[in-house]
Structures are given as structure tokens and as C-alpha cells.
T-cell receptor, first 114, second 111 residues
Framework: GAVVSQHPSWVICKSGTSVKIECRSL??????MFWYRQFPKQSLMLMAT?????????EQGVEKDKFLINHASLTLSTLTVTSAHPEDSSFYIC??????????FGSGTRLTVV | GDSVTQMEGPVTLSEEAFLTINCTYT??????LFWYVQYPGEGLQLLLK?????DKGSNKGFEATYRKETTSFHLEKGSVQVSDSAVYFC??????????FGPGTRLSVLP
């Protein structure tokens, strides 16, 4: 089946540094990638939607200058958390549509900012 | 906008007990409905789905029926196991756009 490979699985970084998260579609072309965030013991909330070759659409309250999304090819979308702070510590997960009713999620990235 | 409500738990059951996790939704049109499961420290796994009214999704002993008249998609399992301990998310997807998730229900099954 369709697989989205997400890396890294977990990362610890110092406050003020930037972290890049990659989601790569392995056997299909992901025209659209959705990025979600999950704070501890909370549900997943959509952060942004990225379309290959165009600017991402961000949800209300999500800082586009802080969470940079790049979707330069049909098989790779990246989320960069710039100048990370402890409040950015969260579980980030991507999702791509694989068919009319098919969707696949990455395995997620647990970010801890210290 | 679209929304999903589900019982938040935590739910604690003994092994072999019957499980019900209620889920209701609000949406325009006719969304597809899903249950996802998240085991500790892992990402999301699709448990089951239904794409139209009266469809029943089933997998690994779990099942849920898409009830348009009550806008519900309750998850059930007749006999839970310790290995079913996880967080369960009800979700909808409207016309192939992003998912809207419920708050999640943490299930703990005791031996």
C-alpha cells in the first residue's frame, strides 16, 4: 500500500534552533500533504495544507513564518520549525491522500525543545 | 465548520469486556468517517472507515456503522484484549480535504 515515510521519529533540540521534518511518499505522488500537530493528551489539529509547487495554506493561529512548509516535489514535503521554543514541543504528523477514499499518515515526529 | 465529538475517557475495562466508544459529528454534505488508533509512542493507524450512510466498517473485531440519521459512528468491540489499550480517534473527511479529529478516547484494558 501507499506509504509516507516521515523523519525523524523524534528529535530533541535547543531553544532557538531550527528543526526540519520530512515526509516522503514512497510509492505514489502526493499532490497534497496535510500537516497536523498534537499536543500532549490532546487531539490532532490541522496546521497547514501544502500543494506541490505552491505556497502552503495555514490554519488560523498557525504562524507561517515560524512553521515553514515546502512541497517542492510530488514525493517530498518538509516542515521546518524555526527558532523553536519549548512551547513548540509537540507531535507532528503528516498525511497524504492516496485515492478517492484513501489516506495515509506518516509515523509522526516527536519534537522536544529544551 | 465540521466537528467531531467523542467520549473522552479514559475508559478502563477488564479483558473480554464489551467496548463502546461514542462518536457524533457535525458536517456539511456527506463526509467519510474513520476510526484511527494510536498506540503509545506511535503514529496513527487506520482502524476502519465508512464512506456512506449505513456502511459498516470492521477490522480486528472492531466495527462501526455510519448512521446519518443520528450523525453517529460509534465504535464497538465484543471482547477487548489487553493489546487493544491505546487512544482511539474518531475522524471525518469531507470531500477529500483534511481530517477533522475528535479529542481521542484513551482505552486501558486490564488483564
Amino acid at each position: 500500500g501507499a506509504v509516507v515515510s516521515q523523519h525523524p521519529s523524534w528529535v530533541i533540540c535547543k531553544s532557538g534552533t531550527s528543526v526540519k521534518i520530512e515526509c516522503r511518499s514512497l510509492d505514489f505522488q502526493a499532490t497534497t500533504m496535510f500537516w497536523y500537530r498534537q499536543f500532549p493528551k490532546q487531539s490532532l489539529m490541522l496546521m497547514a495544507t501544502s500543494n506541490e509547487g505552491s505556497k502552503a495554506t495555514y490554519e488560523q493561529g498557525v504562524e507561517k513564518d515560524k512553521f515553514l512548509i515546502n512541497h517542492a516535489s510530488l514525493t517530498l514535503s518538509t516542515l521546518t520549525v524555526t527558532s523553536a521554543h519549548p512551547e513548540d514541543s509537540s507531535f507532528y504528523i503528516c498525511s497524504a491522500k492516496t485515492g478517492r477514499y484513501g489516506y495515509t499518515f506518516g509515523s509522526g515526529t516527536r519534537l522536544t525543545v529544551v | 465548520g465540521d466537528s467531531v465529538t467523542q467520549m473522552e475517557g479514559p475508559v478502563t475495562l477488564s479483558e473480554e469486556a464489551f467496548l463502546t466508544i461514542n462518536c457524533t459529528y457535525t458536517a456539511t454534505g456527506y463526509p467519510s468517517l474513520f476510526w484511527y488508533v494510536q498506540y503509545p509512542g506511535e503514529g496513527l493507524q487506520l482502524l476502519l472507515k465508512a464512506t456512506k450512510a449505513d456502511d459498516k466498517g470492521s477490522n480486528k473485531g472492531f466495527e462501526a456503522t455510519y448512521r446519518k440519521e443520528t450523525t453517529s459512528f460509534h465504535l464497538e468491540k465484543g471482547s477487548v484484549q489487553v493489546s487493544d489499550s491505546a487512544v482511539y480517534f474518531c475522524a471525518l473527511n469531507n470531500y477529500g480535504q483534511n481530517f477533522v479529529f475528535g479529542p481521542g478516547t484513551r482505552l486501558s484494558v486490564l488483564p
